[in-house]
Every structure is written in C-alpha cells, then in structure tokens.
C-alpha cells in the first residue's frame, strides 16, 4: 500500500539521462542497409510514369519500392484511403495520385544514407499536375475538384446536433453574440523525428521497431497493407521521443516493413534504417487541424445561456486520419462545460491539399474550447457580467444533461474547479456575485504595456469513445516461494515521455501490495504484450489502471490458490457508449471526463505588439494524482505548448507547399518563453470509474489558454481577436496602430 | 545533412595560422566557434576545401584595458566571457546588455567575439554593436596587418573586406567619452531568436546637456547594420528632445533603411518595429547619458 500518490523517481529517468536508453534512431544492427523515401513534393498531381531506372542502376542500391510492390496500396487509421505508395501500377484505383506535398512515391534502399539520398534524387516522375484546393470552404464547393473521386464529395465527415429549439431560444434571449473564429494548424515538434528499424525476427515475423502511441494498431495497418497474417507481423516500441498526437498515424512504419519484407523475399537477409530530418517530419507527419467555426450563441440577462448554435468546419487535409474523430470531440466541446437548454450543431471534416490534420493533444478539444469561451466573454461584456460569474451560472454540474441530449457520467466538481482557479487568479466572491478584484483590473501605466487576465474553463473526454468499445489488457506474472518475490507486469502502453511506464508500475504495486521494486514491466511489444488501446485521448492512465487492477486481483486470487508461478491477463472493458445519432446527435459519448480552469495575466505592448504571458494558473482536477509530479509536468508542458500555439508557433502554407518546414522558421516556445510562473493547482475529486479515482489529465489544460489568453489580451488592449496565433504583427494590426 | 569532405589544420600559432591561411588561399577558411560556420557547412551554403581551425591558439583570446579607457578583445575571445567580464562591464555596460540577446547561453559559450562580426551577418548583434562601438578592427597576414574601421569592415550581407589569406586578430573598442549612454533594444518572435527589428543607440551629451554626438545603428532591416546619418543631422548641436527622437525615426524609417519582408514579419512590421524602437533607444540612452552613462 502507498505506491500511488507519491511522486517515485521515474523508471525511464536513469537510461534517459545517461544516454543509455536506446530511441528508434539509436538502434543499429549488423549488416543494416539505409532507407530514404520518396516525397511527392507537389499537392496534387496524377503520376503518369516513374522512372526509377538510374536510381535502381546505382552502385550501392540495394532496392527501389514503388507503388506495384504493395501488397494492399492503402492504410488509415480511422478509413484507409491513403495510399502507402502513390502511383501507377495499383490495383485500387486513384492510388496513382498524390494529394499533398509529403505523399510516399518511392522507398530507396541503400548501403548508406547518402547514396539512398542520391538514388533518391535521380527518380524521375512525370506528373499530370492537377488543379490544388487549400481552402475547405472552396473544398465543400460542388464544383470543387475532388481529392477522392470514387468518394464523391470533399466532405468526409459530418455530425449535428439538434436540442431543444435555438431559433425560438433565440427570440427570448437579451443578447446575441454572432462570430466567425478561426484556429491554426499546429506542429507537434515531438524532439525525436521519426526513425526506425525493420527486419525479419528469429521467428520469421517482419518486425518493426519505432516510435509509435499504439503497437497493435501498427501491426494491423502493416499486416493489411502487406497482406500478412497479424501473427506475421511485429511492432516494439523503443525509448519514445514524444509524441503529442502526431505519432498516431503511420509515417515510415508501413514503408519500412515493405522494405525488410521485399528484401526477405529477395533472399537479401539485411535490416533496414530510416531516420527522417526535421524537414522530413515536418512534412511526412499530419498537424492539428486548423478550424473555422461559426457561432451565434444567445443568453438572457440574467447570464443564462439559453441557445447556442455552431457550424464548424475543419480543414482535414490530404487524408482521413482522425479527422473525424477530432470533429466528434470538436463538436461536443464548442459548445464548452455548460449546460445549455438549446443547442445546434453542425460540423464538417473536408479534404485539401494541405498536410493531412489529425490528432494533436486535446483532438478537437482545443478548437471547440475557444469557441466557446470566447462566446462567453463576449456574452459576458454585452451583459456587464464578470466572466467568472457568467460560467458559474451556466456550468456543467453532477448529472447536467449534455448538449448531446445525455446527463454527463460521474461527479463533477467543476464550479469548484473555477473557484479554485479563479480565487488564486485575483478574483472573489462578492454579495453581487464573482468579481475580479480591484487590484487586478489596472490595465497598467507603464508607458505603452498593457496588464490584462483572462480565465477560462473547460472539459474533454477521457478515451476516443463515440460508441467504441474502449479496452485495455495487462498481464501479471508473480514469482516465489511463500513470498511474492517478483512480480512481471506485461503492457503494451507506450512510454511517449508522459510517465505511463513509471505509472503502471506504481498502480500494480499498489494493486498487489507489493514494494515498486519489485516490479519490472515488459512492454509494447506485439509478440509479448496484449491490446492496451492508444496512449491518446488522455486515456492510458485510466484504461490502463483498470486494466492492471483487474489482473492484479486474478493474479492474487491465483496466488492463493498456490498456482506458482502466477499468470493472470485482464481486459478491461469500460462501460458502454454511444455515438452521435445521425438526426438529433443525441448520444452517450463518453465514459468518463476531465475538468480544468485556467487563468492567465499577459503583457501587451501596443507599440510593438510583443505579448508576454507572465503568469498562468491551472486548477485541474485529476481525480486521482497518482504521481503528482508527472501531474505536474504534464500541466505545465501542456501549458508550454499551448502557449505556442496561442502566440508563437505559425504553421505556414501557401498554395499546398509548406513554408515552415524548420524550427528556425516554424518558432516554438523555449525554455525561456515559458511564463515568468505557471501554478499548478492539482484537485482530486475521484472518478468512480477510474481506478483509484483517477481521471485522465494529459490534454485538458491545452483546451482553456488559447480563450484565456485572448480575453486577456482583450482586457489589456479592448480588442477581441478571434483568430490566433497572436504574433506581434497580428496584435499590431488588430489594435489599429498600423496597417499591412 | 553533413557538410563535404574538407581538410582541417589546427595551427598553434598566428603565424602558423598566417602561413596556413596564405598557402591554402582561396581553398581555406577560418574557423572560430562555429556557431556560424559549421551550420552554413552542414548545409552546404558553405563548402570550404579546408579548415583552419583557430581554437588551439591561445594568444587570440583576451579582453585587456586600453590606457585611453578602452578595451582591446582577441577575437577568439567567447562572447559568454565578454558577457561576464567585470572590465567589460564597467567601461561597455551595453556589451553584457546585448550578450543576452545573442542566440542562447551555449552559443554564446562557443560563439567568439571576433567570429560574429567577421561573419558580418545582418542580423547579428556584434557586426552593428561593432559598427556602433565605432571600433577598430585588426586584420593580419603573412604580409603584415591593418586597421580597418567597423563601418568600412562590412559590406554587403556575409561580406567583409577581409581577404582569404587574412585574419582578423583583435577588436578594439575605443572609450565611450564622459556622459554617454547607451541602449540596444530589439524584438524577436522567441527569445534567443534572431530579432526582426533592433536598434542600438549611443549618445553623448556636453555639459550644457545638448547632444554632442550620437550612433544610431538598425540592424534586420536592410543587407548591413545600418549607420544612421540623419540622427546625426538632426540631433547634433540639439537640445535632445521627444519629438526630435521621433523626427529621427521618421526620417530613419522613410529614408535609411530597407527592411524585406519574410516568414517571420513583413518588411512594414519592420518599419513599425524601428519606428517605435529608435525613439525608446534614444530616449533611453540620453537618459543614461544625462546620469553619466
Ligand atoms: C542556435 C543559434 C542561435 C544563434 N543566435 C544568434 C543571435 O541571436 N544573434 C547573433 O548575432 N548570432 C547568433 N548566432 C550565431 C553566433 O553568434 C555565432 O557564434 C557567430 O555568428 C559566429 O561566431 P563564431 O565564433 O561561431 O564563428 P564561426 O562560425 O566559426 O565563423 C563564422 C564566419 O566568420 C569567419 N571567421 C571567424 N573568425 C574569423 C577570424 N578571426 N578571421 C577571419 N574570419 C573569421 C569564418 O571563416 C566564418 O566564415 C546563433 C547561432 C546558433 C547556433
């Protein structure tokens, strides 16, 4: 007892800050040869020919791949309708064209890097260019040109929700605040670009080591695109260097089983490596979505929200990827953790030719949040209300009914969550309600910088869910005599640096009431471990927990029916939900959620339009900390990246080519663009599903700081700015004092 | 990537190093810290033959007090001891002031003093403090030496006046007369980043408290640092005063400088940037002066 709720030292520290652990790129292996891939380099094009001949004819080449050697041309997440080669020569049709600029023509395999770069080089592809669309709304346009055209429209995703009756609502509301918001795409600048190794394993089986969040779902894309048995097929994930959503889809995985396998079958018994550049990531791996919503939203004058209506649109890029998974998210959080009586959505997910958008770090939640928050704060000042008032008024309590027609699960303590948060911002409590405290509504004098703070609140779903089955399978083994002298815990969750590992071990000693060093994990490893689910969705933690709980108590009972030595597996099962009804929305979506305020004071200059965060607070309730420092990295990494999104990084494309294809010119956050202080307040209000309480935490504080940030910068500069990120010249702009 | 095949020679000596430098002409280039170097190499935007590495020649690096009040610095010399120096720091506050600014603590602990300004990039902060400094630079070969002007130093972006076979050995920086003060100011989209505007001003009063002499340098906004003529017009002899400051930028924004535009700002973000950040430098340097600098 007492492994949980104490911050252990972290099992992957030592090998991490020794050098010792070894990443994707780290792994080589005798005889390895070297692969490069083939980008398309332009959005959209049919390819008429590829001539790999001079390539092919190179001293030191070793293989060239094109789309006529894959087995099953596609693969996708959520639909596989991305070709993992492009080009003439496939079975399924339209696999000859590439639909953006990091599409995979051709995998090189070499003796070396350089002449794979070179071979590379002399590829010779003839394109019929074809007409590039970039903006979704000319994308939904009927005579726009389909990326897809065996899908017949652009337009790959739709959900609505329909409750109670807006336009009437609208009629009785005091005030109507109508806006258009538009949010970026954002790059997941995980450290470790994508790298990995592939060969043939003593059992025949075509194994792929790489970064990954998800092993098993590997191996089913890489078995479908290769046609081979699952079986036949192995995914380990070494030392992970991040992750933040943007390993979830398959970026060289699929490439580099085509290429040990094609080998094999050639008789040439080598391994073969693959490390991408920045660049090479930068283009290859999706962003998040970039987002326009439309939100008119109604409330009386006593603060209450009585209609909300939203049509989103979300630029998907190339491909599907999680497209819609995202949009689901988006769509129940853009009209954020308030209880509103009548509510319309709807929200589409639509091809370009940009970078495909996909899963990034609060999926749909962060887009949706600042809609929503926004619309508060502006209903808030048409009122004259503080706006911490306005959302306790219309907060989301235990057993509020959901837009989505349902009463959310669990308890939810939310109005205590943005007590908490907005008592440490400078704000309290009066007769008349919340105010912000006097000392805090200085706008500042200090020449040309501005003081402002912005608070705002959000929740986001524990798990992908929508009506998919969430599940998550642990091993035990226990070793000894009378004793419990070791025990074994097999689990595929991958360690993306968020601590899952150092968790697991902590919840399985806890589970078996065992001291943590006697445990030692097996994991991510398809031949060893079972179907843990994505590390995504703020999920693990959760899934994983109940998982390790229930094998755990197998374990034991098996233990005591002297079964020496002891192996239990569990599959954890959460309870059962629903996805949108296609003609009212209505739905149970998820099992379980997390809630979060968050308050930020920023600094304007309105002469340069610089902005500095100087402080942000974060109340999060976590159900459970089972280790509250890793709780606490999490808070304020997400705070960190957040904060890049709001106001420094600036994803840049033009016509379907990437302009910010580097970090000197994609500008993240530095340790030194941190705010100057970032308070964690870390509430555990348990999760009756969660094992020990336990919600999932890792994406909920991205959600509220974009909003929080903008009201404050309103505050500062009484300008609202409804699209982000908030670069200086942006600021500038927006507060009239110069004109581009 | 990696940078081409090339020689590399570590020479001991300045002479050594002369003698490398003229046997290898046109084929060799110097290396300091190579937070410059090294990168452009990797990218192939440079690919010298061969390299000869000044490293190993302790002789280059040294800040020493000049009997006028100034200081001579080697050129090997690390910025991040230029930054820590108490001398420096005495006679040049605005040396560690700028320091800061210039790339991150790593850098700067590789990056030499003489490097930045030989690089003579537009966006470097030494090449205009230099050319503010009005400092003096030696530059050696196997046939002699001469002094060469910061101003006269740089000519075009990457460009110096600096041939093959030479060196540049030491930077002397002449003293700053009594009343003066001076400031760097600068905007970048992230800290430790290369600024999309800056602005350094230097100036002195006379007794009476007029201005006797100022430099007002912009740099990021056109192919060299930018020696602004018009501040000297307009500010020398002159009672120093808000609205001669912003006449200043106006004339320095509509006339000196040519700024482009890029992923990071536009070329009139740049010019809004030097507007407001001439007339913060300048008030706060005759702040300064009027305290004594
Ligand atoms: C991440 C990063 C961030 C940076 N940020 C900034 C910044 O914000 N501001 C800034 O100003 N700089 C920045 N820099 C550049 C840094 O200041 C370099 O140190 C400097 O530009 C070059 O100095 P060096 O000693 O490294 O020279 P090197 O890279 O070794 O050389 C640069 C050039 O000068 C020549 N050279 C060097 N010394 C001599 C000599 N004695 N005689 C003749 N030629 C010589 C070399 O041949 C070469 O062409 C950054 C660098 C990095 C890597």
Same mark, same amino acid.
């Given at each position: 007892m007492g492994a949980i709720g104490k911050s252990i030292k972290r099992v992957d520290a030592l090998g991490k800050v020794t050098g010792n652990a070894l990443f994707p790129g780290d792994i080589n292996k005798p005889n390895q040869t070297y692969a490069k891939i083939l980008f398309s380099n332009v959005p959209h094009a049919r390819i008429i020919k590829i001539d790999a001949s001079e390539a092919e004819a190179m001293p030191g080449v070793v293989a060239v791949l094109t789309a006529a050697d894959v087995p099953v041309n596609e693969y996708g997440l959520n639909n596989m309708d991305q070709p993992v080669l492009c080009g003439p020569g496939a079975v399924k049709p339209y696999t000859d064209r590439v639909r953006f600029i990091g599409d995979q023509i051709a995998v090189i395999v070499a003796e070396s890097e350089a002449i794979a770069t070179r071979a590379r080089d002399l590829i010779k592809i003839d394109y019929e260019m074809l007409p590039v669309v970039t903006d979704p709304l000319d994308a939904m346009k009927p005579d726009a040109i389909l990326l897809h055209p065996d899908k017949g429209s652009n337009t790959f995703g739709h959900y609505l929700i329909r409750k109670g009756d807006v336009s009437n609502a609208f009629k009785q509301a005091d005030v109507i605040i109508e806006?258009?918001?538009?949010?970026?795409?954002?790059?997941?600048?995980?450290?470790?670009?994508?790298?990995?190794?592939?060969?043939?394993?003593?059992?025949?089986?075509v194994t792929v080591e790489a970064s990954g969040q998800w092993v098993h779902e590997d191996q089913h894309q890489i078995a479908h695109a290769l046609n081979l048995p699952l079986?036949?097929?192995?995914?380990?994930y070494p030392a992970i260097g991040g992750a933040f959503g943007g390993r979830e889809d398959i970026s060289i995985q699929i490439a580099l089983a085509l290429a040990a396998m094609r080998l094999h079958e050639r008789g040439i018994e080598r391994p073969v490596k693959i490390i991408w550049s920045r660049e090479e990531s930068i283009i290859g791996h999706h962003k998040r979505h970039p987002y326009i919503i439309r939100s008119k939203w109604g409330a009386t004058r006593e603060g209450k929200v009585i209609a909300a209506e939203n049509e989103?649109?979300?630029?998907?890029?190339?491909?599907?990827?999680?497209?819609?998974?995202?949009?689901?998210?988006?769509?129940?959080m853009c009209t954020g953790p308030y209880e509103i009586p009548n509510v319309h959505v709807d929200s589409y997910a639509v091809y370009t030719n940009n970078i495909p958008n996909g899963a990034f770090r609060g999926f749909g939640g962060p887009q949706g949040a600042f809609a929503a928050e926004m619309q508060m704060d502006k209903l808030a000042e048409a009122l004259r209300m503080d706006p911490v008032e306005i959302r306790m008024k219309n907060i989301l309590h235990t057993g509020s009914l959901l837009s989505v027609g349902t009463p959310i699960p669990g308890q939810v303590n939310l109005e205590e969550v943005l007590r908490q948060c907005a008592l440490k911002a400078g704000w309290h409590e009066t007769p008349s309600g919340w105010q912000l405290k006097a000392s805090m509504k200085n706008q500042g004098d200090d020449g040309s910088k501005r003081r402002g703070i912005g608070i705002g609140v959000a929740f986001k779903n524990i798990g992908f869910s929508f009506g998919y089955q969430e599940n998550c399978t642990a091993e035990i083994e226990l070793h000894g005599d009378a004793e419990i002298d070791q025990v074994i815990l097999k689990h595929a969750g991958a360690e993306v640096g968020q601590g899952a590992h150092t968790v697991f071990i902590q919840m399985a000693a806890e589970a078996l009431d065992v001291p943590i060093d006697k445990i030692s994990l097996i994991a991510s490893d398809t031949a060893v471990t079972g179907n843990s689910g994505s590390v995504s969705a703020s999920r693990m933690t959760f899934m994983a927990g109940n998982a390790i709980r229930g094998a755990a108590a197998l374990a034991l009972e098996k233990w005591q029916n002297e079964e020496r030595p002891t192996v239990a597996t569990y599959t954890y099962l959460a309870p059962k939900t629903t996805p949108y009804d296609p003609h009212t929305g209505r739905s149970e979506p998820n099992v379980a959620y997390g809630y979060v305020a968050e308050a930020a004071e920023v600094l304007v200059d309105v002469e340069t339009g610089e902005l500095k965060i100087t402080k942000v607070i974060?109340?999060?309730d976590v159900g459970k900390a089972i280790s509250p420092n890793l709780v606490k990295g999490q808070i304020e990494g997400a705070v960190v990246q957040a904060l890049g999104y709001t106001t420094i990084e600036n994803f840049i494309q033009k016509d379907g080519y990437t302009l910010t294809k580097n970090l000197s010119t994609?500008?993240?956050?530095t340790v030194l663009d941190v705010p100057d202080e970032v308070e964690s307040i870390i509430l555990e209000f348990p999760e009756e599903r969660g094992p020990w309480g336990a919600r999932g935490m890792a994406e909920m504080p991205v959600l509220p700081l974009a909003p929080a940030i903008c009201a404050a910068v309103k505050q500062a500069t009484g300008v609202w700015f409804d699209e982000f990120p908030l670069t200086p010249e942006r600021i500038l702009t927006g507060i009239g004092e110069f004109e581009n | 990537m990696k940078p081409i095949q090339f020689d590399y020679y570590a020479p001991t000596s300045v002479d050594e190093g002369l003698d490398k430098l003229t046997e290898l002409g046109y084929d060799g280039k110097v290396l300091a810290g190579g937070q410059s170097l090294i990168a452009a190499m990797n990218f192939r935007m440079a690919r010298p033959a061969a390299l000869v590495d000044l490293n190993r020649i302790p002789e280059l690096a040294y800040i020493k007090p000049t009997d006028d009040g100034g200081l001579a610095i080697g050129t090997m010399t690390r910025v991040r001891r230029v930054e820590q120096d108490a001398e420096v720091a005495k006679r040049f506050p605005l040396l560690r002031e700028v320091a800061q600014f210039i *790339?991150? +603590?790593?850098?700067?602990?590789?990056?030499?003093? *003489?490097? +930045?300004?030989?690089?003579?990039?537009p966006a470097g902060q030494l090449p205009a403090i230099s050319m503010a400094m009005n400092a003096n630079l030696l530059v050696c070969s196997k046939t002699g030496e001469r002094w060469v002007n910061a101003t006269d130093f740089i000519f075009g972006p990457f460009m110096t006046v600096l041939e093959p076979q030479e060196m540049l050995a030491e930077v002397v920086l002449p003293p700053n007369p009594p009343r003066t003060g001076s400031v760097y100011k600068q905007v970048s989209r992230q800290k430790g980043g290369y600024a999309q505007a800056a602005v350094i001003a230097i100036m002195t009063l006379d007794e009476a408290g007029a201005c006797q002499n100022v430099r007002l340098v912009m740099m990021s906004v056109g192919e060299t640092p930018i020696v602004s003529e018009k501040a000297v017009e307009i500010l020398v002899g002159q009672k120093p005063s808000e609205q001669a400051f912003k006449a200043v930028a106006e004339a320095v924004v509509t006339g000196e400088i040519d700024p482009a535009t890029d992923l990071h700002a536009t070329a009139d973000y740049r010019r809004q940037l030097v507007r407001v950040l001439v007339v913060r430098a300048l008030t706060e340097a005759c702040e300064r002066a009027s305290k004594g600098g």
């Open positions: 806006a258009e918001y538009r949010t970026p795409a954002q790059e997941h600048v995980f450290l470790q670009p994508e790298a990995g190794i592939a060969y043939i394993d003593e059992e025949g089986r079986e036949q097929v192995r995914v380990i989103l649109i979300a630029d998907g890029g190339a491909y599907y990827y999680t497209s819609t998974k995202v949009l689901g998210n988006a769509t129940l974060c109340a999060d994609y500008v993240i956050p | *790339g991150h +603590a790593q850098v700067r602990t590789r990056g030499t003093f *003489g490097g +930045a300004i030989a690089h003579a990039d």
